[in-house]
């Protein structure tokens, strides 16, 4: 089998997921021993015009030149991946949402700002047909070899659909919201092995929502632990603002 | 399950089991592993739950008053040693008395040359501590256990589940924590090279969004409702006439654990309100 040709985009992100990658360690070995890397800006100078098997694309989408790109990338990309939370769902980058597109964009630039073309943020999957989603901020390296298996085997692979708290428990850590702690685990994506709390931190939800959150019971916990709506609620708004 | 393709199709099935004993295991402990003992002995037989189960020796431990407001063993009549177990120990304050069950347990006690036998007054004892017992242990919720059944026949409907519905998160912690849950979902992990892998069990849990997603997106229990009182059921209805039993332990580990404040005993006595007058079993 001759090796498929990968090559790695960003479009308005931090490239730290790409350097998730690089920091693969020994596993990084047995990756490029399957692939056939042929564009990747983090690790090599090489650019490739050609078609591509798979493409990994990080960042978010916040300008007509980005979907100009995209649309690109998207028509020579046999497979196309959305590479972290930017590229899933909107990210941070989505807090821009929030603001008057204008004032924002003058706040930002300042008085020449008008050279500068800008729209609402989205998501990768929101612009073009995405084959898979890996979410995360940054990524979760395990899943990030059960993605490319799949995509090396044509199967079908998403992201888990219930929260983070179950994956949370099975770790047997005790419950953020015992120690008095708001956390995001019980509307958050699973997948990522309750990275975070593991290491006594609390969720920031950047993977995104479950597809059905229970937003009133959700509110009811908050009520129970005196954890004021409004705090939770910009918590959720640094990773979930593109959200439809 | 291990396979390899790489030279035709090689297939390896993997038992993992250790030796080892479980101790301190209480009578609800004791019911649900009895619970499970049942399920994976029905064909097909699950040979790799029942080879690690004949490795491991389980040594119980008596309760001698409730552990705290969520346990509801006295419902599902797990308060009281039942078998189960190789040994039972019940702590009678300046000693335990042991019960021994099984082969294992006379082993145990012959090889450790830790214990005496017991004489009269110390049994007399341990009735006195068990008479006792039943003073303090009462009926958890407001109805008989012969009731349930129906109860659960005539609430299907029941405005008590789309409360749940408004509660739960969907964490699935509740079965998490169970100890007659079982559901398992199968994932097939192929190595880099594509050329082998393996097929194993993952836990799964009936409060998970895809849980009972099917192809082409069918999702046939999608409220939280649906979910929430499917958990009931297979605990309180639908192994009542394949088992004889109960699949609730009375642990009180789900109500505990529920962040949404979901409480067993709360559902049940809900139910109760609500059907009570609807269920025949009542009069007769």
């Excluded at chain 1, 395990?142 to 199967?155: F, M, R, S, Y």
């Excluded at chain 1, 129970?224 to 959720?236: D, E, W, Y």
């Excluded at chain 2, 078998?83 to 006379?106: A, E, K, P, R, S």
Aim: hydrophobic letters at 35%.
């Amino acid at each position: 089998m001759k090796k498929p040709k990968v090559a790695f985009f960003d479009f308005a992100c931090c490239e730290g997921c790409q350097l998730q990658i690089a920091n693969f360690g020994e596993a990084l070995f047995d990756i490029l021993g399957m692939i056939d890397v042929v564009e990747f800006r983090e690790v090599m100078s090489e650019k490739w015009n050609g078609q591509l098997d798979i493409a990994f694309v990080e960042g978010s989408i916040t300008d007509f030149h980005a979907e100009e790109r995209i649309r690109q990338i998207r028509e020579r990309a046999a497979i196309l991946i959305a590479y972290g939370s930017c590229a899933a769902i909107g990210g941070v980058n989505g807090m821009k949402n929030t603001f008057d597109l204008e004032e924002i964009r003058k706040y930002v630039y300042g008085p020449e700002y008008h050279f500068f073309a800008t729209e609402k943020t989205k998501a990768i999957p929101q612009v073009v047909k995405t084959d898979y989603v890996i979410t995360g901020c940054p990524v979760y390296p395990p899943e990030i070899l059960v993605v490319i298996k799949a995509a090396l085997q044509g199967t079908s692979c998403s992201p888990p659909d219930y929260p983070v708290c179950v994956e949370c428990k099975l770790n047997e850590n005790v419950c953020m919201y015992d120690r008095g702690v708001a956390c995001l685990g019980p509307v958050t994506r699973a997948g990522c092995n309750s990275w975070c709390i593991n290491n006594g931190n609390i969720c920031y939800g950047c993977r995104g929502m479950i597809s059905n959150p229970n937003e009133r019971g959700a509110r009811e916990v908050l009520e129970k632990h005196n954890i004021p709506l409004p705090f939770v609620v910009n918590k959720m708004n640094l990773y979930n603002k593109c959200r439809e | 399950m291990e396979y390899n393709i790489s030279r035709g199709l090689s297939v390896q099935a993997v038992v993992e089991y250790e030796r080892m004993v479980l101790f301190g295991v209480h009578t609800c402990d004791l019911a649900g592993i009895q619970c499970l003992n049942m399920v994976f002995s029905r064909r097909p037989k699950d040979y790799n739950y029942l080879i690690r189960k004949n490795k491991i020796d389980i040594i119980g431990l008596e309760c001698n008053d409730y552990c705290d407001e969520f346990a509801s063993c006295n419902l599902v009549n797990a308060n009281m040693p039942s078998g189960g177990y190789d040994l039972f120990f019940t702590d009678m304050g300046d000693y335990f008395i042991v019960h021994i069950n099984t082969q294992v347990g006379d082993q145990i006690i012959d090889s450790t040359k830790l214990f005496e036998r017991a004489d009269r007054s110390h049994l007399r004892e341990l009735v006195t501590l068990r008479e006792h017992k039943r003073t303090l242990f009462r009926n958890e919720v407001s109805v008989e256990p012969r009731e349930i059944p129906e109860l659960f026949d005539k609430t299907f409907e029941s405005e008590v589940w789309k409360r749940l519905d408004e509660k739960c998160l969907a964490c699935g912690n509740c079965t998490n924590v169970c100890p007659t849950c079982y559901c398992f979902d199968v994932i097939d992990e192929v190595n880099l090279e594509l050329k082998g892998g393996r097929k194993y069990r993952k836990w799964d849990s009936c409060q998970l969004e895809p849980f009972a997603r099917v192809a082409g997106g069918e999702n046939f229990r999608k409220e939280r409702a649906a979910r929430q009182r499917h958990r009931y059921y297979r605990k309180f209805r639908y192994p009542v006439p394949i088992y004889s039993r109960f699949f609730c332990t009375g642990c009180g580990r789900c109500s505990r654990t529920c962040m949404a404040g979901i409480r067993l005993k709360d559902t049940l006595n809900a139910l109760v309100e609500e059907g009570i007058t609807k269920v025949w079993k009542k009069w007769l």
